[in-house]
């Protein structure tokens, strides 16, 4: 079963549409006891980074999230889940993120002819192999909408980039953590094949991928 975390944020019904176009099993919840027994988490988001982090604070949601992702639950995060999944935000100063992975959300700077919020399509530059764009070509086109974007700290959990003034980190994983600043759920043909590779990623997946990714140092 697949639990879409539920923090009184936008796109919860795009992304169960786009769930149940795909013939998932799923549930919009904020019950911790089915987030810690689902198969897979998805934590969509539209909106602030500062009222989303209060949100997922005050519900208690925020320590169940780290457990999730502990436990090794494939999880994902689009757009506002994946800005969340970071350290800090230019959005919200003094407002620390989860932490999950490293980096910071800055303001997409101001560039002639460029309208901010972005919003619209974007082609993707693949990097580093990503699970999430197995069978996904090159200059793939997905839909983005927002005003701030992801500078991720580690190069190699950085999975697909794009450009609009500045070179954006359009996607990451890093062991079972797979993010998307861009939106799956709306990016047509391309988008569902994304969250299709992500539905196919299990546990052992994630342990074979963290031993190949990180082997043990000899003596």
């Known amino acids: 079963m697949i639990a879409v975390v539920d923090y009184d944020t936008g796109n919860l019904r795009s992304v169960a549409d786009a769930l149940h176009r795909a013939g998932a099993e799923f549930t919009l919840t904020d019950d911790p006891a089915l987030l810690r027994r689902a198969d ?14 209060a949100n997922l604070r005050e ?28 350290e800090s935000s230019e959005e ?10 490293k980096g910071k ?44 974007y992801l500078q991720a700290e580690e190069e190699d959990i950085v999975k697909a980039t ?18 998307c600043q861009f939106h799956p759920e709306k990016s047509s043909a391309v988008g569902r094949k994304i969250l299709q590779n992500f539905l196919a ?13 990180y082997p043990m140092s000899g003596c």
């Open 92 to 101: 919200a100063p003094g407002v620390a993120g989860l932490g999950i992975l």
């Open 40 to 53: 897979r988490v998805i934590l969509p988001g539209v909106g602030a980074f500062g009222d989303a982090m």
């Open 59 to 86: 519900s208690g949601l925020e320590e169940v999230i780290r457990e999730v992702v502990k436990k090794e639950i494939p999880f994902l995060g689009i757009c506002l889940g994946l800005q969340l999944l970071f």
């Open 162 to 179: 794009t450009e609009y003034g500045v070179t954006i980190h359009a996607s990451v994983e890093k062991d079972n953590v797979f993010a």
């Open 105 to 148: 959300i800055l303001r997409i700077p101001e560039r002639a002819g460029l309208k901010i919020p972005h919003m619209g399509w974007n082609s993707l530059h693949l990097e580093h192999d990503g699970r999430l764009f197995r069978g996904i070509e090159e200059n793939a086109y997905v839909y983005f909408v927002h005003s701030y």
């Open 201 to 213: 990623i299990n546990r052992e997946d994630n342990r074979y991928a963290y031993k190949t990714n």
